[in-house]
């Protein structure tokens, strides 16, 4: 009798080990965000989902939030942003992007509908690890919007958060960005639709997407991705970006001063910006290329725009 007490302590004392080893003990639930559009379907709202991946592919990972993103919520305001007639029939992950092949009529959807959805579905496959991007595709070929955005090569970063934790409410604006052509000697404009928060500056909006980059891949950065946005303000009509100093010693493949009019002729469609002050850690005493100073205010050009 004087053994039972020390017995029955090891016995629960290799229990505790046992189930801390073996696979079928533990708890390998991980949480995700699911995005849904809120009851005015104007904004996203994210709504946690815990699954069970273990033993999964990244791509099982995908789908099942793709399907948990066309689950309807019982007793929320949130509703599913896809239509019923687009399906995900299934997902493929070669070199972190992730390749989502869609069927139905992706091109029906109206514009406030195909951004939510689109955003949404980046922002949730991005979290799976091993995926960095993502693209949109319809009988194999890469889908292109019905404002001619390629859909390809989506970045989470790429996307405004507009999930209302920010306060304020949500607009829709379709803005400019110029990036260059393949042979780098020209600027391209194209446009895009964002929704941003009202709270947030959209002059810095479209400096941060100007940095990640087109999603057409005939088209490439005026700026390396090694750059940061310091800040941008807007005072009296004059948009000071300040970026960091790598803008001047990391050198896109692009001709002169595309990098300077890209960021000016995008800022100066806004309407808002009369013309840039380009600094750089907080001061215009630098110089570009070692021949462009940057101790002016820059003004729109359009003649460095391919026609």
Request: net charge negative.
């Amino acid at each position: 009798m004087r053994h039972t007490k020390p017995a029955v302590s090891f016995f629960l004392a290799l229990l505790l080990v046992l189930s801390s080893v073996l696979p079928g003990c533990r708890n390998t639930q991980t949480e995700y965000s699911v995005y849904y559009a809120d009851s005015t379907e104007s904004q996203l709202i994210p709504y946690t989902v815990k699954i069970d991946d273990s033993g999964m592919t990244p791509e099982e990972i995908m789908m099942r939030l793709l399907q948990e993103m066309s689950t309807p919520r019982k007793g929320s305001d949130a509703v599913v942003i896809k239509p019923t007639d687009v399906t995900e029939t299934g997902v493929t992950l070669t070199d972190k992007v992730a390749s989502v092949e869609i069927e139905g009529d992706y091109a029906g959807m109206n514009t406030v509908t195909e951004l939510l959805y689109r955003t949404a579905v980046v922002r949730e496959l991005t979290q799976v690890y091993g995926v960095e991007r993502v693209t949109f595709t319809q009988n194999g070929e890469v889908i292109t919007n019905n404002n001619s955005d390629v859909l390809e090569n989506m970045s989470a970063s790429a996307y405004v958060d507009d999930s209302g934790d920010k306060g304020g409410s949500v607009e829709w604006r379709d803005i400019s960005l110029y990036f260059a052509s393949k042979d780098g000697t020209k600027l391209v404009r194209t446009t895009m639709t964002v929704a941003y928060n009202k709270n947030m500056s959209l002059e810095k909006i479209v400096v941060s997407k100007l940095l990640a980059g087109p999603t057409d891949s005939r088209l490439q950065a005026t700026i390396p991705d090694t750059v940061s946005v310091l800040s941008v303000s807007l005072r009296d009509g004059i948009c000071y970006v300040n970026l960091s100093e790598s803008f001047l010693t990391d050198y896109a493949n692009v001709s002169g001063d595309l990098p300077i009019y890209s960021i000016v002729d995008s800022l100066c469609d806004l309407g808002t910006v009369k013309g840039v002050r380009i600094l750089v850690n907080g001061s215009t005493s630098s110089v570009f290329r070692e021949t462009i100073p940057l101790d002016s205010t820059f003004t729109a050009d359009y003649s460095k725009v391919e026609e």
